[in-house]
């Protein structure tokens, strides 16, 4: 397949990511929304490697490595929702203002 279908698809997606952490007042969705953003890069790595180096598998590690970062990132995510969800009930961002004075 051409290079240019998975850039479109990975923009599309990046898009959707954009757009959910722009628009969505629930943290899960947030949450999802950024694992979104980071799997429109894994598809652009793996794209631009298999274009480039066809032979390579550089493009994979790179993505296992992002794969790796998300997964943590996640974790680390829904434990900190789990914590704010405990004390105060909700998981809407508007409610939050743990940071502002």
């Known amino acids: 397949m051409q290079v240019e279908y998975f850039l479109v698809l990975a923009a599309a997606l990046f898009c959707i990511g954009i757009y959910g952490v722009i628009v969505s007042r629930n943290t899960v969705r947030v949450l999802m929304s950024i694992e979104l953003l980071l799997n429109a ?12 180096d066809g032979d390579g598998i550089k493009g994979q590690v790179f993505t296992v490595f992002v794969l790796t970062v998300a997964a943590a990132e996640a974790a680390v995510g829904l434990a900190i929702l789990l914590a704010i969800y405990r004390n105060r009930y909700t998981v809407d961002m508007e409610q939050f203002n743990l940071l502002k004075w």
């Not at 890069?41 to 274009?51: E, G, I, P, Q």
């Open 41 to 52: 890069v894994n598809l652009n790595l793996m794209a631009f490697s298999n274009y480039l």
